[in-house]
């Protein structure tokens, strides 16, 4: 009998499947990806690699091997950074419309992107600590909020729609619409028995005990 519905297929797995209690990495077919895992056992995976369509997105739950393999590594987070992130050149206030000076810049910084004023030792595993004066976005209906970027000058310094005062310790994330902010790696976690986590991944490597692995597109 055929299937009606391409997204049954592509979405749910029924495109092919692989269990291992092996602590052994599964890879799918060309052309696939893992869309979903199953955990028949408790199990804490080593490697646990999304597929990315973009370098900063989007993101999915992640392992990258020992914790130093991450801290550190924007890239290999799950989220976490943004569509853009920069450095604050100076301590100053910027009002709204102001150039922001920025540097090091990392990203693609667009009109319209929401923005967060965050700690720099936030890029490592310590969490985000956002500052008040970017309150986190709420993105439409009545409850709408948060600072945006309102136009780029020709040196790429964004102009936001709200003041801010940078600290030399602060840097700026700017989200996308595949990228948020905030999450760590999941190095360490246990995943408990009887838990399925859906995404997009091109590999695994759980530890030693019962896992299903489900295909898709």
């Excluded at 990806?33 to 999304?50: G, K, S």
């Excluded at 290999?76 to 569509?83: C, D, I, K, L």
């Excluded at 602060?170 to 408990?192: K, N, R, V, W, Y």
Aim: aromatic share 8%; glycine share 12%; proline share 6%.
């Amino acid at each position: 009998m055929g299937q009606n519905s391409t997204e049954v297929a592509y979405g749910f797995g029924q495109l092919g499947s692989a269990y291992t209690d092996l602590a052994k990495p599964i890879v799918p077919p060309q052309g696939m990806v893992i869309v979903a895992i199953q955990f028949l056992e408790d199990n804490t995976p080593t490697v646990l690699v999304p597929e990315k369509l973009g370098r900063r997105g989007p993101g999915f739950v992640s392992i990258s091997g020992s914790v130093s393999d991450v801290v550190g590594a924007a890239d290999n987070y799950m989220n976490f950074h943004g569509a853009a992130q920069a450095n604050c050149d100076t301590a100053t206030t910027y009002a709204a419309g102001d150039d922001v000076s920025v540097s090091a810049t990392t990203g693609t910084i667009k009109v319209g992107q929401a923005v967060l004023l965050v700690l720099d030792a936030d890029h490592e595993q310590s969490g985000l600590t956002i500052d008040s004066e970017t309150p986190i976005p709420i993105y439409s209906g009545p409850n709408q909020q948060g600072v945006f970027v309102t136009g780029i000058a020709a040196n790429g310094d964004p102009q936001l729609s709200a003041e801010i005062t940078p600290a030399v310790n602060q840097h700026l994330i700017f989200l996308g619409p595949e990228q948020g902010a905030g999450g760590l790696t999941t190095h360490s976690q246990l995943f408990p028995k009887g838990l399925t986590i859906y995404g997009r991944w091109t590999t695994i490597t759980p530890s030693a005990a019962g896992v299903i692995c489900y295909f898709g597109k």
